[in-house]
C-alpha cells in the first residue's frame, strides 16, 4: 500500500519513517524545499533517537521519498495523513489554519477515493470542518473519507512509541476506511495491540483527555512536592508509595520544575478553550495550567534563596530542553526559569548536550558552555535544569575546584541527597528537605 504524510516536523516524519518500516511505500510531503533538501539526504532536522537511522533505512530501501510537490503526494497515496502543526493562538485555541490548507490541497488534486487521517492534535469538531473544507474545494465530486488516527508519541522515546505502541485510536464514520486503516497497522497485530475504533469526535477528544490527565498528574505531585518541603516529607517516597497503588500509577509522578514540550501546555490550553467555548468550563486543566507556571517560578525563588540573592551571582545549568533526548525547547521550563535569573542581575552559565546552540538564539545573554564543568567554572551555584544522563553522574571533587561554593541545586531530584552531602555540598532538590554538610 502507498500512503503520503503531509508535514515534516516531528510527527510526520516519525510517523512517515515508521511506516515504512513497517513495509508500506511512504511519501513525505513538506512545503519547505529546503527541508525536503535535506531529508532527502538523509538529513534529520531535529534530535530524536534512532530516527535518523530509520530515514536512511527508508530511503535505502526505497520505501520512504520525500517531495514538496502535493499532487504526487495525493495521487500516488490511497492514505494521507495530515501531520502539520497546531499551534496555540493568543486565546489558547488550536489555530487549524494549516490543516485546512492541506485540505483544500489534497481537495483539488484528488482524482479517486483517499482516506484523509489527522494525525495532528485537532480538537474535537475538526473532522467535519475538514469534511466541508474538503468538499467545498473539490473540481467535482470525488468520494473520500476522514479518519482521527492521534498520535501517542513521546518526545526521546518516539520510535519505540509507534512500533510498540500501548494503543492505536482511529476514529472514523466508514467500514471502509477503518479496514484500511487496520491494515497499516497489521504489523502490531502480533504484539497484540489494543485497538481502539471509535467516531471522529471520541478519537480526537482522546488524546486531549490524555494529555490534560498527564499534565495533571504532574502538576499535581509538584503541588504536593511543595507541602512536603513545608512539612519535612519526601515527595520521592510519597510519590513510590502513591504509585504502588495501581489506581494510580507510578507514571508522571516526579516533582521537578513544571511540564514543557510541544504537546502538554498547549493541548491544555486547547481544551480550556473548547470548554469555554461550549460552556463547559474545565477547572482542572485550569488549574493544572496555573499550577505548571506558578511551579516555574517556585524554582527562580528556590534559587534565589539558595544562594540569599540573585543580583551579582553567577549559576551554572545544566539542560535547556524540556526534557531529555530531544531538542525540544518549547515551553522549557528552563527558558522561564533562566529568564527569571537574568532577570534578577543574574549571570547564567549553560550546558545542554543537544539544545545548547537554539537555546543561545532564544537566551542571547547566557554563556554557552561546552560541558558540566565549564558550566561551573566560577558559578555560586549548579542547578540540574533537566536529567540529562550526561549530569547523572558528575565529578564532585572536581566541581568543587570549579564551583565558588559548593552548591548542588537538583530541579529533577537526581541525586541522594546523602551522597552529594558526603561530597561536602549543600543540596536542595524539589519536594525533599535541603541539607548541608556537617560542621
Same mark, same amino acid.
Given at each position: 500500500?502507498?500512503?503520503?504524510?503531509?508535514?515534516?516536523?516531528?510527527?510526520?516524519?516519525?510517523?512517515?519513517?515508521?511506516?515504512?518500516?513497517?513495509?508500506?511505500?511512504?511519501?513525505?510531503?513538506?512545503?519547505?524545499?529546503?527541508?525536503?533538501?535535506?531529508?532527502?539526504?538523509?538529513?534529520?532536522?531535529?534530535?530524536?533517537?534512532?530516527?535518523?537511522?530509520?530515514?536512511?533505512?527508508?530511503? &535505502?530501501?526505497?520505501? *520512504?521519498?520525500? $517531495?514538496?510537490?502535493?499532487?504526487?503526494?495525493?495521487?500516488? !497515496?490511497?492514505? =494521507?495523513?495530515? %501531520?502539520?502543526?497546531?499551534?496555540?493562538?493568543?486565546?489558547?485555541?488550536?489555530?487549524?489554519?494549516?490543516?485546512?490548507?492541506?485540505?483544500?490541497?489534497?481537495?483539488?488534486?484528488?482524482?479517486?477515493?483517499?482516506?484523509?487521517?489527522?494525525?495532528?492534535?485537532?480538537?474535537?469538531?475538526?473532522?467535519?470542518?475538514?469534511?466541508?473544507?474538503?468538499?467545498?474545494?473539490?473540481?467535482?465530486?470525488?468520494?473520500?473519507?476522514?479518519?482521527?488516527?492521534?498520535?501517542?508519541?513521546?518526545?526521546?522515546?518516539?520510535?519505540?512509541?509507534?512500533?510498540?505502541?500501548?494503543?492505536?485510536?482511529?476514529?472514523?464514520?466508514?467500514?471502509?476506511?477503518?479496514?484500511?486503516?487496520?491494515?497499516?497497522? &497489521?504489523?502490531?497485530? *502480533?504484539?497484540? $495491540?489494543?485497538?481502539?475504533?471509535?467516531?471522529?469526535?471520541? !478519537?480526537?477528544? =482522546?488524546?486531549? %483527555?490524555?494529555?490534560?490527565?498527564?499534565?495533571?498528574?504532574?502538576?499535581?505531585?509538584?503541588?504536593?512536592?511543595?507541602?512536603?518541603?513545608?512539612?519535612?516529607?519526601?515527595?520521592?517516597?510519597?510519590?513510590?508509595?502513591?504509585?504502588?497503588?495501581?489506581?494510580?500509577?507510578?507514571?508522571?509522578?516526579?516533582?521537578?520544575?513544571?511540564?514543557?514540550?510541544?504537546?502538554?501546555?498547549?493541548?491544555?490550553?486547547?481544551?480550556?478553550?473548547?470548554?469555554?467555548?461550549?460552556?463547559?468550563?474545565?477547572?482542572?486543566?485550569?488549574?493544572?495550567?496555573?499550577?505548571?507556571?506558578?511551579?516555574?517560578?517556585?524554582?527562580?525563588?528556590?534559587?534565589?534563596?539558595?544562594?540569599?540573592?540573585?543580583?551579582?551571582?553567577?549559576?551554572?545549568?545544566?539542560?535547556?530542553?524540556?526534557?531529555?533526548?530531544?531538542?525540544?525547547?518549547?515551553?522549557?521550563?528552563?527558558?522561564?526559569?533562566?529568564?527569571?535569573?537574568?532577570?534578577?542581575?543574574?549571570?547564567?552559565?549553560?550546558?545542554?548536550?543537544?539544545?545548547?546552540?537554539?537555546?543561545?538564539?532564544?537566551?542571547?545573554?547566557?554563556?554557552?558552555?561546552?560541558?558540566?564543568?565549564?558550566?561551573?567554572?566560577?558559578?555560586?551555584?549548579?542547578?540540574?535544569?533537566?536529567?540529562?544522563?550526561?549530569?547523572?553522574?558528575?565529578?564532585?571533587?572536581?566541581?568543587?575546584?570549579?564551583?565558588?561554593?559548593?552548591?548542588?541545586?537538583?530541579?529533577?531530584?537526581?541525586?541522594?541527597?546523602?551522597?552529594?552531602?558526603?561530597?561536602?555540598?549543600?543540596?536542595?532538590?524539589?519536594?525533599?528537605?535541603?541539607?548541608?554538610?556537617?560542621?
Amino acid at each position: 500500500m502507498h500512503i503520503s504524510v503531509i508535514g515534516t516536523g516531528y510527527v510526520g516524519l516519525v510517523t512517515g519513517a515508521c511506516f515504512a518500516e513497517f513495509g508500506l511505500t511512504v511519501t513525505c510531503m513538506d512545503s519547505d524545499s529546503k527541508r525536503i533538501g535535506k531529508l532527502e539526504k538523509g538529513e534529520v532536522p531535529f534530535y530524536e533517537p534512532g530516527i535518523t537511522e530509520l530515514v536512511a533505512k527508508g530511503i &535505502r530501501d526505497n520505501r *520512504l521519498t520525500f $517531495t514538496t510537490d502535493i499532487a504526487k503526494a495525493v495521487d500516488e !497515496a490511497l492514505v =494521507i495523513f495530515i %501531520a502539520v502543526g497546531t499551534p496555540s493562538r493568543s486565546d489558547g485555541s488550536a489555530d487549524l489554519s494549516y490543516v485546512e490548507e492541506v485540505g483544500r490541497g489534497i481537495a483539488k488534486h484528488m482524482t479517486g477515493y483517499k482516506v484523509i487521517a489527522t494525525k495532528s492534535t485537532v480538537p474535537v469538531g475538526t473532522g467535519e470542518k475538514l469534511r466541508e473544507v474538503i468538499k467545498a474545494s473539490q473540481k467535482q465530486p470525488i468520494r473520500f473519507d476522514i479518519v482521527s488516527n492521534p498520535e501517542f508519541l513521546r518526545e526521546g522515546s518516539a520510535i519505540e512509541d509507534f512500533l510498540r505502541p500501548n494503543r492505536v485510536v482511529i476514529g472514523a464514520d466508514s467500514a471502509e476506511a477503518v479496514a484500511i486503516m487496520k491494515n497499516l497497522y &497489521r504489523p502490531l497485530y *502480533l504484539l497484540e $495491540t489494543p485497538i481502539v475504533i471509535t467516531d471522529i469526535p471520541t !478519537a480526537e477528544m =482522546i488524546k486531549y %483527555a490524555s494529555n490534560a490527565f498527564l499534565a495533571t498528574k504532574v502538576s499535581f505531585i509538584n503541588e504536593i512536592a511543595n507541602l512536603c518541603e513545608k512539612v519535612g516529607a519526601n515527595v520521592q517516597v510519597v510519590s513510590k508509595g502513591m504509585g504502588l497503588d495501581h489506581r494510580i500509577g507510578s507514571k508522571f509522578l516526579h516533582a521537578g520544575p513544571g511540564f514543557g514540550g510541544s504537546c502538554f501546555p498547549k493541548d491544555v490550553a486547547a481544551l480550556i478553550q473548547t470548554g469555554d467555548r461550549v460552556g463547559s468550563e474545565m477547572q482542572i486543566a485550569k488549574a493544572a495550567a496555573a499550577v505548571n507556571e506558578r511551579q516555574k517560578l517556585a524554582m527562580v525563588e528556590k534559587i534565589r534563596q539558595t544562594l540569599g540573592g540573585l543580583q551579582g551571582k553567577t549559576v551554572g545549568v545544566l539542560g535547556l530542553s524540556f526534557k531529555p533526548n530531544t531538542n525540544d525547547l518549547r515551553d522549557a521550563p528552563a527558558l522561564t526559569i533562566i529568564e527569571g535569573l537574568l532577570n534578577a542581575g543574574c549571570a547564567v552559565r549553560a550546558y545542554d548536550p543537544v539544545s545548547l546552540e537554539e537555546g543561545s538564539k532564544l537566551l542571547p545573554k547566557i554563556t554557552p558552555c561546552t560541558d558540566p564543568y565549564e558550566a561551573a567554572k566560577g558559578s555560586d551555584a549548579l542547578v540540574i535544569m533537566t536529567e540529562w544522563n550526561q549530569v547523572r553522574n558528575l565529578e564532585f571533587d572536581r566541581l568543587k575546584t570549579l564551583l565558588r561554593q559548593p552548591v548542588l541545586i537538583d530541579l529533577r531530584n537526581v541525586y541522594e541527597p546523602e551522597r552529594v552531602v558526603g561530597m561536602g555540598f549543600r543540596y536542595v532538590s524539589v519536594g525533599r528537605p535541603a541539607q548541608s554538610p556537617k560542621k
